[in-house]
């Protein structure tokens, strides 16, 4: 075995789906809104929008989707420690938007009226966009959905009639719209949850430089502080990472079960994964 070969730890982090910049004040009706978001078409119920101006010293502020009110406004409730909870996004603030349930394949605005088909001529490829049978096309204005059953550049057979012209459409799949971001593992001294923020780690490595560490922000639901789950796993994902076969240079982050469903926050995020919103 070569004790000297490198290792690293493959996260997996969700992708960042939507940047928006608030336009109005949602503090006191927790809500966001942001005018030319166009959120009917790239966001869903449960999406994750994380605040990171407000209260930033402990992270930002998270939030999930509970309702795409309109193109511009997104009803929400508040996530995370009851101590860093917002009431919803301030005027002329920086947003970014997360997909942990879903991830969007294609959105526009069908061009034909075809009887169990969603057909749109604008020059979409529904195949380069990577569109598959069985995902889902969902009918904005009327929030009705059917299961894509054949799928051809211009053209999707879908399994309900609910396509006429000129409606807006977005194509989806099940499953976190997310990518894998490699951490090393090797040298290490320490990883610790963060003094402030309640949602973040810090991984710090033995090379004498202080500003050598890594930080991994994420979402859960809980209203204490900072917890040991995720902090744990880590923990014990580089040892695991180490102590492999040097053949096997990276390992797979498990998909840590986030323990907490508390009252308070009883919202998608109970009892499911923890979700990675940053690592840098």
């Given at each position: 075995?070569?004790?000297n070969?490198?290792?690293?730890i493959?996260?997996?982090?969700?992708?960042?789906?939507?940047t928006?910049?608030?336009?109005?004040?949602?503090?006191?009706?927790?809500?966001?809104?942001?005018?030319?978001?166009a959120?009917?078409?790239?966001?869903?119920v449960?999406?994750?929008?994380?605040?990171?101006?407000?209260?930033?010293?402990?992270?930002?502020?998270?939030?999930?989707?509970t309702?795409?009110?309109s193109?511009?406004?997104?009803?929400?409730?508040?996530?995370?420690?009851?101590?860093?909870?917002?009431?919803?996004?301030?005027?002329?603030?920086?947003?970014?938007?997360?997909?942990?349930?879903?991830t969007?394949?294609?959105?526009?605005?069908?061009?034909?009226?075809?009887?169990?088909?969603?057909v749109?001529g604008?020059?979409?490829?529904?195949?380069?966009?990577?569109?598959?049978?069985g995902?889902?096309?969902?009918?904005?204005?009327?929030?009705?959905?059917?299961?894509?059953?054949?799928v051809?550049?211009?053209?999707?057979?879908?399994?309900?009639?609910?396509?006429?012209?000129?409606?807006?459409?977005?194509v989806?799949?099940?499953?976190a719209?997310?990518?894998?971001?490699?951490?090393?593992?090797?040298?290490?001294?320490?990883?610790?949850?963060?003094?402030?923020?309640?949602?973040?780690?810090?991984?710090?490595y033995?090379?004498?430089?202080?500003?050598?560490?890594?930080?991994?922000?994420?979402?859960?639901?809980?209203?204490?502080?900072?917890?040991?789950?995720?902090?744990?796993?880590?923990?014990?994902?580089?040892?695991?990472?180490?102590?492999?076969?040097?053949s096997?240079?990276?390992?797979?982050?498990?998909?840590?079960?986030?323990?907490?469903?508390?009252v308070?926050?009883?919202?998608?995020?109970?009892?499911?994964?923890?979700?990675?919103?940053?690592?840098?």
């Amino acid at each position: 075995m070569n004790q000297n070969m490198e290792k690293f730890i493959n996260f997996k982090q969700l992708e960042v789906v939507l940047t928006a910049t608030s336009t109005s004040d949602g503090s006191a009706a927790l809500t966001l809104t942001s005018t030319g978001a166009a959120f009917t078409q790239k966001v869903l119920v449960n999406a994750i929008v994380w605040d990171r101006t407000t209260n930033a010293a402990n992270g930002g502020q998270k939030y999930l989707v509970t309702a795409v009110t309109s193109d511009t406004v997104l009803a929400l409730v508040a996530i995370g420690p009851t101590s860093d909870q917002g009431t919803g996004v301030p005027d002329a603030v920086d947003v970014f938007i997360y997909m942990p349930e879903f991830t969007v394949k294609q959105y526009g605005t069908t061009s034909a009226t075809e009887a169990k088909f969603l057909v749109d001529g604008s020059g979409v490829n529904f195949v380069l966009a990577g569109v598959q049978v069985g995902d889902y096309a969902r009918d904005i204005a009327a929030g009705t959905v059917a299961v894509v059953t054949s799928v051809s550049s211009d053209k999707l057979g879908v399994s309900n009639d609910i396509f006429l012209t000129n409606e807006n459409y977005l194509v989806y799949r099940e499953g976190a719209d997310d990518f894998t971001k490699i951490v090393r593992a090797s040298d290490i001294i320490d990883v610790s949850n963060d003094a402030t923020t309640s949602s973040e780690i810090e991984i710090t490595y033995n090379t004498g430089v202080a500003a050598d560490l890594t930080q991994i922000d994420y979402a859960y639901s809980s209203t204490v502080g900072a917890n040991s789950a995720m902090r744990n796993a880590i923990q014990e994902s580089v040892v695991l990472a180490n102590e492999t076969e040097w053949s096997y240079v990276t390992l797979d982050f498990p998909g840590l079960l986030n323990p907490f469903a508390s009252v308070t926050n009883a919202t998608f995020l109970g009892g499911r994964e923890f979700f990675i919103l940053r690592i840098q």
